[in-house]
């Protein structure tokens, strides 16, 4: 009796299911060490305040449950750890409260708060001083499985800044309220574009070819910098009519705008010819390309510099379709960040 040949599909089925459990096994593992970290907060807040009649009770406290918890459960119990879950419950303990009534009908206040993220993602999330900052990232670090190096790679990067330059007053709340979400194409422009990870300085000569081919190698990377729902398409795709052949730098499609997104490489400042091209491939690819159930394309000119002017009078004036981004590649200093931040919002 010979062997029968394993099923491929089946052989993926099991292996998937072994890889859910472990990523379940790890989440939850991760939920219950901060959680349990928060309530060690909770108490020594609670011992403090009862022995507040003592300036120096805190630091006693602490040092004492160090030792104590360090002969017992080994490294991960310093003073300075034991800082941090104070401060931590201090920051998160004003999550949601639960009205709870005992037998005896006495009514208390519990609090029920959800963390869905590493201790090593919340020790980074309570330097933002900011709340609304704090939560946008919050949100996108769950929403989007961000390690904590790409956690710290955002912030670096001034995401929320970004985006918060980009948006009208009253739509800058929704951030902090549910993260990035996609409703229209200008929901996913930035600007600038930090392309760090490329490895190129700031102001190092190259050509667009190796500009395009940075990127392509470090795919990953500008997928996850060009945001939500972004999937790669192809590169110099070619497009032809009148016995004349062009060529679009990079394609990509939005799964959540559904949509193609064109983008053009320009290592030079933007000009009205550059913004015109653009515009020919949208409407190359709105008329042959797409389906009929698919939204407009979006085109996006990423350049070195560009002047608001050429865009402004280049572009009609409700534009929902070509958009011109400066790109940058270093993470941006704090000088720049303060003008960042500064500047006014022209939205």
């Given amino acids: 009796m010979t062997d029968k040949p394993l099923n491929t599909t089946f052989y993926i089925q099991i292996v ?17 060490m901060v959680l349990t970290y928060f309530e060690i907060g909770r108490k020594l807040i609670e011992e403090e305040q009862q022995g507040k009649e003592r300036a120096d009770y805190g630091k006693q406290l602490l040092k004492g449950l160090s030792q104590i918890l360090t002969k017992e459960f080994g490294k991960g119990f310093s003073v300075r750890n034991l800082e941090r879950m104070r401060a931590f419950y201090l920051l998160y303990g004003k999550s949601t409260t639960l009205l709870s009534k005992s037998n005896d009908g006495e009514i208390s206040e519990t609090f029920s708060p959800v963390f869905n993220l590493s201790w090593s993602h919340y020790l980074k999330l309570m330097r ?63 600007d600038p574009y930090i392309l760090e990870f490329i490895g190129l300085p700031e102001h190092a000569k190259y050509s667009e070819n190796q500009l395009e081919q940075k990127l392509i190698d470090k795919l990953e990377h500008f997928l996850l910098e060009l945001g939500n729902g972004f999937t790669f398409v192809g590169r110099q795709k070619r497009i032809s009519f009148d016995e004349k052949h062009f060529r679009i730098d990079l394609v990509f499609y939005n799964r959540i705008l559904r949509c193609f997104v064109l983008i053009d490489l320009k290592i030079g400042e ?75 919002n022209t939205n």
Wanted: hydrophobic share 30%; glycine share 2%.
């Fill in 270 to 344: 933007l000009t009205h010819e550059d913004l015109g091209q653009m515009q020919m491939y949208v409407n190359y690819y709105d008329r042959e390309i797409k389906l009929d159930d698919e939204n407009n394309t979006v085109g996006i000119v990423l350049c070195r510099d560009k002047s608001n002017s050429v865009v402004e009078y280049t572009l009609p004036k409700n534009n929902e379709q070509i958009f011109a981004s400066k790109y940058q590649t270093v993470l941006p200093s704090k000088e720049e960040l303060k003008l960042l931040i500064n500047q006014p």
């Fill in 16 to 32: 998937e299911l072994l890889q859910s459990a472990r990523q379940q096994i790890v989440r939850s593992v991760n939920q219950t």
């Fill in 128 to 190: 933002i001083d900011d709340e609304n900052e704090r939560k946008f990232y919050e949100i996108e670090s769950y929403k989007n499985n961000w390690s904590v190096r790409e956690l710290r790679r955002q912030f670096d990067s001034a995401l929320y800044t970004r985006l918060v330059l980009s948006r009208d007053k009253d739509k800058i709340k929704e951030l902090s309220e549910n993260g990035l979400v996609l409703e229209k194409p200008k929901d996913a422009i930035k």
